[in-house]
């Protein structure tokens, strides 16, 4: 935790606002063709957390986490990344930055092998991604990392399988062995649990807050006994602004999220 | 590992000696189209981008080539080599203005760039129209050695298709190969991981345009003219035709692809339309039940088979157990 503040850009607004939040979000809004989807949404999240954005249907929790992961850009207010303003940036760059996302259908390379997958993702700082005229011996320096990143997340045994042969919660775990790869500082899941049995379910939480140590997560998720194991905090949107934020115990206690909730889609 | 390799000593082994036993022109054709339809794959079987006006790299190369065999001394490998950094320049410009559109709106702008650059040639003199581009002369190679002798051509088209397939098997099995398959894959997720997919496509882009116009170099000194043919649609549709049925994707299709759209035209000469109408039936069959391809079709059944093979190996002491 230490190195990650020393690393943060020295002289912003407060040295502490720097270092205690990752990821932050001021005045977040997002019209799309005069419907405001996101309506001027404050969000910081801590450093070192995992915090989840949970909201009924429609509530704006896709726009929201979409904003922050730049794949839309947002109408107005700005994003902070350790204090830089990531706003205008584009999606590759922010990744450079330790700002990775994952997606809700799990986003593998279904004809590469398992390893590749993780080996594309290692190749985005290692710098070989433009050399078509090396062989591959050139990121056989990469397989080890690779290996020991399949290793984190259990799927050391389908290695050399094509990714399209996992099953959907190895699939899952792949994504993450990938997103791993980039070392990132901070990981932005979608639905990680979206479309998973029972017996999913559980295993690839564990494996969430495994890896998640050491690192910043904000994760959106409609399953709420996930969030209530997982989330040190928790931020509910309604009609796309911010209803509630604090802990399972403060927000599930809250009156207006309890008729938020009511009728809805609680499972 | 092996078993390719020796594959394809075979294939050179049997290459070296076909000029004796075939028409040698007919198998430059081929290895002039082999090389078109690599460059074509790169594209579309690992890319995923489909380009549907490949011919202007094809014929433009070809009337480059060719023009400056007639009006300089350069040397036959600097005249063809010239031919492909043209077709790559070209690729580099139409790559900018067009990468950014996906799917079906990226194949009708390079149609549309393609029937730009064919107009052009159409207009301009130094291709000579509608007569085309004539007698074409093959100066020496390397300045030295006299190839005007198709049974010693045939070597040169040889090497420089064998060069040429090398690349292509060098790029798809590079560092850059993974990273473009994943742009094919999935895009989203590729820019995700801190890329810019859109300059991994534009490189294969400019790769596969140069490769193209090598070959169409190469088909400029085998004939020895340069006709608005080679740069029209119907080229552009024939190399879709050859990498879907070699098999889109794997690595030798196009070879085969190729290979069999060229002996078919070949043969079917004589019958004029019907070598046209053969042309479609067999794409709508392959189409419908063989959407894989010639190369696909054939590695489906061998993992096929070794899979049942493997399956009765691993259930018989399974069921010699159970009889215990």
Not at chain 1, 32 to 47: E, H, I, M, P, T
Not at chain 1, 158 to 174: T, V, W
Not at chain 2, 180 to 185: F, I, P, T
Not at chain 2, 273 to 293: D, M, T, Y
Request: proline residues 3%.
């Amino acid at each position: 935790m230490a190195t990650i503040a020393a690393v943060a850009p020295p002289g912003a607004n407060s040295a502490a606002d720097i270092t205690d939040k990752a990821l932050v979000g001021e005045g977040l809004t997002k019209v799309f063709g005069g419907f405001a989807a996101v309506k001027d949404v404050n969000l910081s999240v801590r450093r070192g957390s995992i915090h989840a954005l949970i909201g009924p249907n429609g509530a704006g929790k896709t726009t929201c986490f979409n904003l922050l992961t730049k794949t839309l850009t947002p109408t107005r207010g700005r994003i902070l990344l350790d204090g830089e303003d990531i706003s205008r940036m584009r999606t590759s760059d922010v990744a450079r930055r330790g700002l990775v996302r994952s997606f809700q259908i799990s986003a593998i390379f279904p004809h590469l092998t398992v390893l590749e997958n993780v080996r594309v993702a290692l190749q985005s700082s290692f710098g070989t991604g433009y050399q078509f005229w090396r062989s591959l011996r050139a990121v056989a320096p990469l397989n080890q990392r690779a290996e020991e990143l399949l290793e984190q997340v259990g799927i050391q045994d389908n290695r050399d399988s094509p990714a399209a042969a996992l099953s959907y919660g190895k699939k899952r775990a792949l994504e993450i062995a990938t997103t791993l790869a980039l070392e990132p500082r901070v990981m932005l899941l979608d639905e990680p649990t979206a479309g998973m049995g029972h017996e999913d379910i559980e295993p690839i939480t564990e494996l969430i807050k495994r890896v998640a140590v050491g690192r910043t997560v904000l994760l959106v998720e409609h399953n709420l006994s996930v969030v209530s194991t997982l989330c040190d905090r928790i931020t509910v949107l309604q009609h796309g602004e911010v209803l509630a934020e604090g802990s399972y115990q403060e927000v599930s206690n809250d009156q207006r999220v309890v008729e938020a909730y009511m009728g809805g889609i609680d499972e | 590992m092996r078993l390719p390799l020796l594959a394809a000593v075979v294939a050179v082994a049997i290459l070296l000696v076909a000029p004796f036993y075939f028409y040698s022109v007919t198998l430059m054709t081929i290895m002039c189209f082999v090389v078109f339809a690599c460059s074509f794959n790169l594209l579309l079987g690992y890319s995923g981008l489909l380009c549907f006006g490949h011919a202007m790299f094809f014929g433009g190369a070809a009337y480059i080539t060719g023009h400056l065999l007639k009006t300089t001394p350069m040397s036959l490998e600097l005249a063809i080599l010239c031919g492909g950094i043209f077709s790559g320049l070209l690729g580099l410009l139409i790559g900018v203005l067009s990468i950014r559109r996906q799917g079906i709106q990226f194949a009708m702008i390079t149609l549309a760039f393609s029937q730009f650059v064919y107009f052009i040639f159409l207009q301009s003199s130094f291709t000579g129209g509608e007569d085309g581009m004539q007698a074409i002369p093959r100066n020496a190679l390397f300045g030295l050695f006299d190839v005007s002798d198709n049974a010693v051509f045939y070597y040169v088209v040889l090497a420089v298709t064998l060069v040429c397939v090398f690349v292509y098997y060098r790029i798809v099995h590079s560092p850059y190969g993974e990273v473009l398959k994943a742009v094919r894959d999935n895009q989203p997720r590729v820019e995700s991981l801190g890329f810019n997919p859109e300059r991994v496509k534009l490189l294969a882009f400019v790769l596969s345009a140069t490769m193209a116009g090598i070959a169409g170099g190469m088909k400029a000194t085998v004939y020895q003219f340069a006709t608005l043919t080679d740069a029209s649609w119907p080229i552009s549709a024939e190399v879709i035709l050859m990498t879907l049925l070699g098999g889109l994707g794997t690595l030798t299709g196009p070879i085969f692809g190729a290979g069999i759209i060229i002996m078919l035209n070949d043969y079917l000469a004589g019958f004029g339309e019907w070598a046209l109408i053969s042309q479609g039936v067999i794409l709508l069959v392959v189409i419908v039940f063989f959407r894989r391809g010639f190369v696909g079709e054939f590695d489906a059944l061998t993992r096929y088979l070794r899979g049942r093979r493997a399956e009765a190996a691993v259930t018989k002491p399974e069921n010699s157990v159970q009889a215990l």
